[in-house]
């Protein structure tokens, strides 16, 4: 379903790997300003399970910018449903581009977007290698 900004702070405050880089809602808010948006939570049994959100960074371009699934419903198919969901609406929009990044430390996202689809386009150095940053895209 869809969601806002408020839902999608309590989303990814309540993630462990997000503890320590927590956006506050004021800078959530400030992101995603002004930008076509969406903001997807799943949900099973009533609970929050995981969050999608991003916004148009140019013409028929997308960012996937915030998700997570959490730990509890991991495996289960929440982030490959949220992934489905969001490239439905793109295409749907007429977008042509998704794009992502993720850190060396974060393997199953790593592996998560080989599976489906997903390129390596760019590769950004932070010293720790765990923190180096790995650019992902799809086209549609």
């Known amino acids: 379903r869809k ?13 462990p790997e997000f503890s320590a880089s927590s956006y506050g ?7 995603l ?12 049994n009533s609970e929050l ?3 999608k959100a991003g916004y148009e960074t ?5 960012y996937s910018w915030l998700g997570g699934t959490m730990p509890k419903y991991r495996g289960k198919g929440v982030a490959t449903n949220l992934l489905m ?13 998704l794009y992502f990044n993720t850190k060396n430390k ?4 790593i592996f998560f977007a080989v599976k489906h689809g997903f390129n390596i386009f760019d590769f950004e150095k932070r010293g720790d290698v765990l923190n180096n940053r790995i650019w992902f895209e799809k086209s549609f």
């Open 3 to 15: 969601g806002g900004v408020e839902e999608l702070v309590k989303a990814h405050d309540s993630l």
């Open 85 to 97: 969901s969001l490239e439905f609406d793109l295409i749907e929009k007429g977008y042509k581009r």
């Open 33 to 44: 300003e002004g930008k076509k948006s969406i903001i997807l939570l799943a949900e099973i």
């Open 58 to 62: 140019s013409e028929g371009e997308f």
């Open 49 to 51: 399970a995981g969050f």
């Open 25 to 31: 809602f004021r800078e959530i808010e400030k992101r």
């Open 106 to 109: 974060y393997k199953p996202m």
